[in-house]
């Protein structure tokens, strides 16, 4: 397994896993958005990482830990060491979601 870390500004997370599963051909969907939401607010209340799979057609680990006072999450995926191609656009979907404002009601067109 390989893993990225660092972070995520919040209002940026939703677009992030929506890519990140876009990537992996996994159907992320409200109830997985709402499992992220319920992990935040955990993380607020003393418990430190939010751990869930996406699982497509390979299976990527996303944890995510809160910043209150900035507004930010820490976040953490994991992911197969045997798909070099899944690094580098994990890599690049990051890059984008750390350097745009997103609307944190993003969606994707069907």
């Given amino acids: 397994m390989e893993q990225l870390e660092g972070w995520l ?3 940026n997370l939703k677009g992030f896993l929506l890519m990140v599963s876009e990537v ?3 159907r992320f969907d409200d109830s997985d958005w709402d499992a992220f939401q319920a992990g935040l607010d955990s993380s607020n209340q ?3 990482w939010f751990d869930y799979p996406l699982v ?3 299976s990527v680990r996303v944890e995510i830990s809160r910043f209150d006072e900035e507004g ?3 976040i953490k995926v ?3 060491a045997d798909e070099p191609c899944l690094l580098g656009q994990i890599r690049a979907v990051w890059m ?3 350097r ?3 609307s944190p009601d993003v969606q994707l067109i069907d």
């Fill in 96 to 98: 984008v979601f750390n």
């Fill in 9 to 11: 500004k919040r209002d």
């Fill in 24 to 26: 992996i051909e996994y």
């Fill in 56 to 58: 497509g057609r390979v």
């Fill in 72 to 74: 930010d999450v820490d």
């Fill in 100 to 102: 745009l404002d997103v």
């Fill in 78 to 80: 994991s992911l197969p």
């Fill in 46 to 48: 003393g418990s430190s």
